[in-house]
Every structure is written in structure tokens, then in C-alpha cells.
């Protein structure tokens, strides 16, 4: 039976678009590496530093204001390097992490053109309270964070990426033995309509999530090597996208597994779903095209039809859960201020419909007639 099972999972693992996609998700993360390390720098004490040397620069300022994140260390950051602005006459941006940090988050700079530092103030009254007093309570620790943001934002897009690649790749797995008609050979025996099935399922799901952990490994190790692990144990409601109103894991490396893991169950839920749509079609061609629409209805749902409200507060209510349980919006739970309560009722949901899709897709191919 191992031997079958690597078979199959050699066979999945061999399709080009695949392993092509791979290479160009791969090729992409390290072209955008080169391209922060080329554009990055930091301007300390009226010194610019460019590249590595201006993130080590960086990195070497935490000795001054990482730790408990307070209104003290924004004034003495703010004291120190003002505010972060972008120079016309150099063309080139003036500060370094540490003020772009409390500029980008605490003032008004997104209302002025960003290049006038006396027009940038910090905002006040109620803004100031509900979207900068919480984060410095002093219970949050800060620290350089510059790398892992931009692990989070790269890694949220390879995650969409990821699962675009995997509906193509993986659309052909039942449907393709429809057009080729092997599925009449293999269907003919006991094995072909019981262990078979299953044994092409467990290779798809075996590809699909081996596949995905590759990349992330891939994005760990070079943010890991260029950024080393300084600020993994920073506060990660300071990252942008985890809300403080929200559930959140208490560290930056602790929300990253929360976000790897998230992915890894959106692509498990959507190769099970794409197998289903596949045991369905007669064409690799329209299983593709069926499993992107499927994929692409939760986007539609939030955006266009659940804003119109047209099915009453409580049913909408109970399809939003749902929607945001599917692989578009799973692998983001951690942007929209849910409960840890909430979190889990979507896991379970997703671990629910990909158990249903299986045995779906196991019923529908082994009861198929050439």
C-alpha cells in the first residue's frame, strides 16, 4: 500500500504547473528580498545607511527602546529622530524604523503628503485614544519589526498564491482519468474502487500540504537569514493586521504559527474541495474553472451580496461564518478582531466541509460509469 501511496503522490507531485508555480511563487519572494535590500535604509543621527548595513543599524537601536511599549518611548523616539518624512529634493525617505513605526501609527501623516515634517502632528482626542493609547499601556514589548511585517504581508499574498497554483494543479486529479478513461480500467477492480480512491485522495492532500510547507520553510529560513529572529518575541498586536480587539497570539512567533497554520488548514480545505469538483467533471478544463468560482463565491458573498442584506440579519449572520470557514478568508482569520472562541468554530467548520468533500469525492468517482 506504501508503495501505491508514494506512486500516487509522485504522480500529483509530478504535474508541471505545480512544481512550475512553485518555482515562480519562490522566485518572487526572493526577487522582493532583493528588491527591500536594494530600497531599505536608515537615516540615524544624519547618517543614511543603506541595505544590510542599514538594517543592522536598525536592529542595533533596540538597546534604546525595545522593551514595554509606553508613551515614553514614542517621545524619546520621537525626541531623538522626529518624525519619518520623505525628502523631495533627495527623493529619498528621512528616518529609520523606529520613527517610521510611531509616524505610520500615531500621527496624521496620511492626511498630508508625507513630505513636510512640521505638517506631521500625532493625532488626539478620541483617535488618539481608541487607536494609539491602547498599544501603550506598557504591557506590550516592543522591538524592531521591520523584517516580520514584511514576512506577514508577503506571506498572506504566497498564501493566495499558493492556493490559486493548487486549484489548477490539483483540478485534474479525477477528471483527467475521466478524459484519458483509465478511470474505466481502475474501476473494474476491488481495489481501484475502494483503496485506490482513497489512496489518490490521501496523495493529493499529502502534495498539496507538502507543497505549501516547502514555500513557507523557503520564506522562514531567508527572512531568518536576512532579518535573524530579533523581534519574534515582540508583542504581535503591534504587527499591522492582528487587532488588540481580537484574538492574538501574545508573540510575533507565536502569531506566525497561528498564520502558517491557518494557511496550512485553507489549503488542505480547498484541495479537498477542488477533488470533489473534480470527481465531478468529465474535464480538467471545467474542473478548473468550477473549483475557482467556488473558491472565488466567499469573496463575492462578503463584498457584494452579504452588504445588501437581503436575507435577514440572522441568516446572513450564519453564511458569513461559514464564508469566512472557506480557504479564501480562513487563512486571514487573524485581520478581522475574532474571538478565539470564533477562530475555532471556523477551523471546525473547515475540518467539517473537507471531510464531507472527501467522501463526496470518493462516492462520486467510484460510482462513475464510462
Not at 51 to 69: C, H, M, V
Not at 297 to 306: L, Q
Not at 316 to 327: A, D, G, L, N, Y
Request: glycine share 8%.
Amino acid at each position: 500500500m506504501w508503495k501505491i501511496l508514494r506512486e500516487e503522490i509522485r504522480k500529483t507531485a509530478s504535474r508541471k504547473i505545480i512544481w512550475c508555480g512553485i518555482v515562480l511563487v519562490l522566485a518572487f519572494v526572493t526577487f522582493r528580498m532583493g528588491i527591500v535590500l536594494k530600497e531599505y535604509s536608515a537615516t540615524i543621527d544624519g547618517q543614511t545607511y543603506i541595505g544590510k548595513e542599514g538594517i543592522k543599524k536598525d536592529q542595533a537601536l533596540a538597546k534604546d527602546f525595545a522593551g514595554p511599549f509606553t508613551e515614553e518611548t514614542v517621545n524619546a523616539i520621537h525626541d531623538r529622530f522626529g518624525f519619518y518624512y520623505y525628502n523631495e529634493e533627495k527623493n529619498e525617505f528621512v528616518g529609520n524604523f523606529w520613527n517610521e513605526y510611531i509616524t505610520d501609527k500615531m500621527t496624521n501623516t496620511m492626511e498630508t503628503n508625507g513630505d513636510d515634517p512640521n505638517e506631521i502632528k500625532f493625532v488626539e482626542g478620541e483617535e488618539w485614544e481608541n487607536n494609539a493609547a491602547p498599544l501603550l499601556k506598557g504591557d506590550l514589548r516592543f522591538d524592531y519589526l521591520y523584517g516580520w511585517e514584511d514576512f506577514r504581508e508577503t506571506m498572506t499574498l504566497v498564501t493566495l498564491l499558493m492556493l490559486i497554483i493548487l486549484i489548477i494543479g490539483m483540478a485534474p486529479v479525477f477528471s483527467e482519468e475521466y478524459t484519458q478513461h483509465t478511470a474505466d480500467i481502475l474501476l473494474t477492480t476491488e481495489h481501484g474502487k475502494k483503496k485506490g480512491i482513497w489512496l489518490k485522495t490521501a496523495a493529493a492532500l499529502i502534495t498539496a500540504a507538502g507543497t505549501y510547507c516547502l514555500v513557507v520553510l523557503y520564506m522562514w529560513l531567508l527572512y531568518r537569514v536576512i532579518f535573524g529572529t530579533q523581534g519574534l518575541n515582540a508583542s504581535a498586536v503591534l504587527l499591522t493586521g492582528p487587532s488588540i480587539f481580537g484574538y492574538c497570539p501574545k508573540t510575533v512567533s507565536g502569531f506566525f504559527l497561528l498564520m502558517m497554520g491557518l494557511g496550512l488548514a485553507a489549503v488542505i480545505l480547498l484541495t479537498a474541495l477542488v477533488l470533489a469538483v473534480s470527481s465531478a467533471s468529465k474535464n480538467a478544463f471545467l474542473s478548473v474553472v468550477i473549483s475557482a468560482a467556488v473558491f472565488i463565491i466567499p469573496y463575492v458573498w462578503m463584498k457584494v451580496i452579504a452588504p445588501m442584506n437581503i436575507f435577514g440579519v440572522g441568516f446572513t449572520k450564519v453564511i458569513w461564518h461559514f464564508m469566512v470557514s472557506m480557504p479564501y478568508y480562513l487563512q486571514m482569520n487573524w485581520g478581522y478582531a475574532f474571538t478565539a472562541d470564533q477562530i475555532q468554530l471556523h477551523i471546525m467548520i473547515a475540518v467539517v466541509t473537507a471531510f464531507i468533500c472527501v467522501l463526496l469525492g470518493y462516492k462520486k468517482y467510484r460510482n462513475y460509469q464510462g
